[in-house]
């Protein structure tokens, strides 16, 4: 069964392979190890050309970063339980409530 590792493992992958249309292929420092500001870079990227994807398809970009987030949380949720990390759970959980709270109301609404 795969960890979040893996999975992290697997998006630094589709990075990787995109950034060598973009221009940066280079980014990656082994498997999975780039530089935080460089990650936002082609992370963001990345999200918003599978959000012009998902419009091409008849796709609701929001959905699909909804779906994204809840996969994030079940696999995160698991590892921490896990690891019986009671606190942090808490934590995240309070995270992704923010973010569906952001994606219902969009960014600038209702601060």
């Known amino acids: 069964m795969p960890d979040n590792e893996d999975r992290a493992s697997w998006a630094a992958i589709a990075c990787q392979a995109m950034g060598a ?20 870079e082609i992370g963001g990227d990345l999200i ?17 970063l909804m779906n994204g987030a809840g996969h994030f949380m079940y696999e995160l949720r698991e590892e921490i339980e ?4 009671a606190e942090a ?10 973010l569906e709270n952001f994606l219902e109301l969009g960014p600038g609404k209702g601060e």
């Open 48 to 64: 918003g050309n599978l959000f012009h994807l998902a419009v091409l398809n008849g796709c609701d970009p929001r959905q699909m």
């Open 89 to 98: 759970l808490a934590e995240f959980e309070e995270g992704f409530q923010e």
């Open 82 to 85: 896990e690891a019986e990390e």
């Open 21 to 40: 249309r973009t221009g940066q292929a280079g980014y990656f420092e082994g498997d999975w190890v780039i530089e935080p500001e460089l990650l936002m």
